[in-house]
T-cell receptor, first 115, second 117 residues
Framework: NAGVMQNPRHLVRRRGQEARLRCSPMKGHSHVYWYRQLPEEGLKFMVYLQKENIIDESGMPKERFSAEFPKEGPSILRIQQVVRGDSAAYFC?????????????FGEGSRLTVL | GDSVTQMEGPVTLSEEAFLTINCTYT??????LFWYVQYPGEGLQLLLK?????DKGSNKGFEATYRKETTSFHLEKGSVQVSDSAVYFCALRPLQNSGGSNYKLTFGKGTLLTVNP
């Protein structure tokens, strides 16, 4: 059973470009969470999605960042007009049911570098 | 708000040495506490957890005890192996209905452990 798959593993962008990070949850999981780890910091919650719905985006910056989890296909975290401060590791996690009932399964992370 | 402070790394040990990675937390009420491990090239994996005071989580020879009086959840292993080399993250999850959203895990910065043969 494949785990949470994230791609790309490493992404380099120049300031002002767009970054798209993809996350395929574990089979049978319909809840997805994105976390960000800035240099020298712990992982921090960004957004929680179910299929076609954003449940909680309180941890996501209000501008330039968006997330979706369509009916078909992976969840996408999109960062428009990237700046150097967006350089970080972005982790996706999934769970089979709501977060109250079990652990979160994490992917390997996508490391974004903004030049 | 909630926070987790864990031991600064990196930590380098010889095989069969004793390991302690300190973790302390601040949170409202009685959160659940976790240790996650990230092996090179892999995602974070849950290593062990404890959901109430005095609980001991254990797995793969690692142990951690939920100490409410000291707000700590230190990770220990009596004899480390080269295969234990990884980054270890301490994390907490707020108690449901404590005012926090319990899918918002709060993580420490991670501690890199390297075990030499």
């Amino acid at each position: 059973n494949a785990g949470v798959m994230q791609n790309p593993r490493h992404l380099v962008r120049r300031r002002g470009q767009e970054a798209r990070l993809r996350c395929s949850p574990m089979k049978g999981h319909s809840h997805v969470y994105w976390y960000r780890q800035l240099p020298e910091e712990g992982l921090k919650f960004m957004v929680y999605l179910q299929k076609e719905n954003i449940i909680d985006e309180s941890g996501m910056p209000k501008e330039r960042f968006s997330a979706e989890f369509p009916k078909e296909g992976p969840s996408i975290l999109r960062i428009q007009q990237v700046v150097r401060g967006d350089s970080a590791a972005y982790f996706c996690a999934s769970s089979p049911t709501g977060p109250n009932t079990g652990e979160l399964f994490f992917g390997e992370g996508s490391r974004l570098t903004v030049l | 708000g909630d926070s987790v402070t864990q031991m600064e790394g990196p930590v380098t040990l010889s095989e069969e040495a004793f390991l302690t990675i300190n973790c302390t937390y601040t949170a409202t009420g009685y959160p659940s506490l976790f240790w996650y491990v990230q092996y090179p090239g892999e995602g974070l994996q849950l290593l062990l957890k404890a959901t109430k005071a005095d609980d001991k989580g254990s797995n793969k020879g690692f142990e951690a005890t939920y100490r409410k009086e000291t707000t700590s959840f230190h990770l220990e292993k009596g004899s480390v192996q080269v295969s234990d080399s990884a980054v270890y993250f301490c994390a907490l999850r707020p108690l449901q209905n404590s005012g926090g959203s319990n899918y918002k895990l709060t993580f420490g910065k991670g501690t890199l452990l390297t075990v030499n043969p």
